[in-house]
């Protein structure tokens, strides 16, 4: 059957087995990925399947794995690097921000860097020090990097054959707590892309698209990864009290599709925008600059932002004071509808 209901980590794990099928270049790398199946069993089986050779056990070397694979993409292959948890990524920082992002640049474009980082992403799992942060502005701010994160089990698995699939080097953001968060995987839903990769053809300008989750009209809501789902529960939460919010599914963090976001708040008149990560220097905050200067005449409120908070993620016990939730969400819409 083509249309299969699964977990976000098993629609990742069935998006790179496609790929190892369809591509011989196609590697997997990293720390525990083969033997174990990685710490969320994301890769589960598939070195069993495709061997040693394909499906690498790395050193616990961050920097190393990634700087491995920029050679390896040099040689022709693509790539699929994990970071075991976020907060690990940052020995590896140097090779992604120097090298990997400024390759096709220093080389005028003669040379690809067809390189996918893997790193699973934010708090909400209990985890300790160093395993549940959102780095994403960061990488968003470099440029020759694209950074991506799926919602759902559908982009999982479609997001991650266009990560490959692109020539450009792609930050996959995997948000952690939901791995297992249910949802129908139709692996022939998109046929341009199947023709595409059929064809040997980059698929990848529709990894970048926005995707309205749920129609509204009186305030946009924007988010990605992990918080789309909070935000679809504050739009069901409000329309009990006769408020209609539309939700946004960003998708990707770097190039963002700003006309979606624009045609969806020239429709509703207010903006806010939700994630994971501080709200400082976030990427809401480009956005809500950006939509300011698009949007000035069609704006009924300040575009409001919700968020963690600048400061360390917290032990575990008081994440959830930490993590934006339903409430915060909601009463940032109430204070944009009460402009």
């Not at 919700?306 to 993620?313: L, N």
């Amino acid at each position: 059957m083509a249309v299969q209901k699964l977990p976000i980590a098993r629609a990742i794990n069935e998006s790179l087995r496609t790929a190892l099928e369809n591509d011989p270049k196609v590697l997997i790398m990293g720390e525990d990925v083969g033997k174990l199946g990685g710490v969320f069993r994301v890769t589960d089986g598939l070195q069993k399947d495709f061997g040693e050779d394909r499906v690498i056990d790395t050193p616990l070397a961050e920097s190393g794995i990634v700087g491995t694979a920029i050679g390896l993409a040099l040689r022709g292959y693509r790539p699929v690097v994990e970071i075991q948890f976020d907060g690990f990524v940052f020995p590896a920082y140097d090779q992604i921000v120097t090298q990997l992002a400024k390759m096709h640049a220093r080389a005028l474009g003669k040379i690809k860097m067809p390189v996918v980082v893997r790193i699973p992403y934010g708090g909400g799992i209990g985890a300790v020090e160093h395993h549940s942060e959102s780095p994403e502005a960061l990488f968003a701010h470099v440029a020759g990097l694209k950074v991506v994160s799926p919602s759902n089990s559908a982009d999982a698995y479609w997001m991650m054959q266009q990560a490959i699939q692109s020539d450009d080097p792609v930050i996959f953001f995997e948000p952690k707590r939901r791995y297992w968060d249910k949802g129908e995987v139709d692996k022939e839903a998109f046929p341009e892309l199947s023709a595409s990769l059929e064809q040997g053809r980059s698929s990848s300008a529709l990894l970048h698209k926005a995707v309205v989750a749920r129609e509204g009209s009186d305030l946009t809501l924007v988010a990605y990864g992990p918080m789309v789902k909070v935000c679809l529960e504050a739009a069901a939460a409000a329309e009990e009290e006769g408020k209609s919010l539309e939700v946004l599914d960003l998708r990707s963090m770097s190039p963002i599709d700003f006309d979606a976001v624009q045609a969806s708040v020239e429709k509703t008149g207010r903006l806010v925008v939700v994630h994971e990560a501080p709200v400082f220097l976030g990427t809401g905050a480009e956005i809500a600059a950006r939509i300011t200067e698009r949007c000035f005449y069609h704006l009924e409120a300040p575009v409001l932002r919700v968020g963690g908070y600048h400061a360390p993620y917290p032990p575990a016990r008081l994440e959830e004071e930490y993590l934006p939730g339903l409430d915060r969400v909601l009463d940032a819409v109430d204070r944009s509808l009460a402009y």
